[in-house]
């Protein structure tokens, strides 16, 4: 597995090694070794897997809250997602900060997501099969997020999406503004 440093302490992108021929191909899609080699000591409790039938369906951006925050490990199975996070860690040098990655199964990326980022993903195609690990149970009392289109952020979602709205929960419609955001997450280095 190939592991890739972002300017985000703390989120990886892993590429996994894959090995093809005529008959398709074979990967590791988790390795508690692999993972620990690269200095990820998590232990996934919890598999979760979402599909999205149509083009520009916005999911996020979510988060747990202590004690029930989550480290994930995304990636997509079918269709593609544009995955973006944002670091809501106080203290951290890239708090309020968005990242963005393109996840496609052709290219079999993964993204791992420590504690203390909110996630979300925008599908770019119809018949989306998002797949992702987390370290914490769901629990509804933590659940939390941030505004999709909060004008602090700054991800222009609908440029993305040639124009149109996101098709969004009302959850995701209801969700707080950055600038309301008392964050529980504290960076540490």
Not at 60 to 80: D, M, N, S
Not at 162 to 184: C, M, N, T, V, Y
Request: aromatic letters at 14%; hydrophobic letters at 40%.
């Amino acid at each position: 597995m190939q592991v890739k440093q972002t300017d985000f302490p703390g989120l990886l992108v892993l590429e996994p090694r894959v090995f093809r021929d005529e008959r398709g191909f074979f990967l590791e899609t988790y390795s508690k070794r692999a993972f620990a080699e690269a200095g990820i000591s998590c232990e996934f409790v919890q598999d979760n897997h979402a599909f999205s039938r149509e083009a520009g369906v916005l999911r996020g951006f979510h988060f747990q809250r202590p004690p029930a925050a989550q480290a994930k490990l995304v990636w997509v199975t079918a269709g593609a997602v544009l995955d973006v996070v944002i670091d809501l860690r106080k203290g951290s040098p890239t708090f309020g900060r968005t990242y963005g990655i393109e996840l496609r199964p052709e290219n079999f990326t993964r993204m791992f997501i420590p504690k203390g980022f909110g996630h979300a993903y925008v599908t770019l195609v119809p018949d989306t099969e998002f797949m992702y690990k987390v370290d914490a149970p769901y629990t509804p009392e933590c659940d939390s997020g941030i505004a999709w289109n909060d004008p602090d952020i700054g991800m222009d979602w609908e440029s993305l999406l040639s124009g149109r709205s996101p098709i969004l929960s009302e959850k995701d419609r209801a969700q707080p503004a950055f600038a309301d955001f008392e964050s529980p997450f504290i960076y540490e280095e």
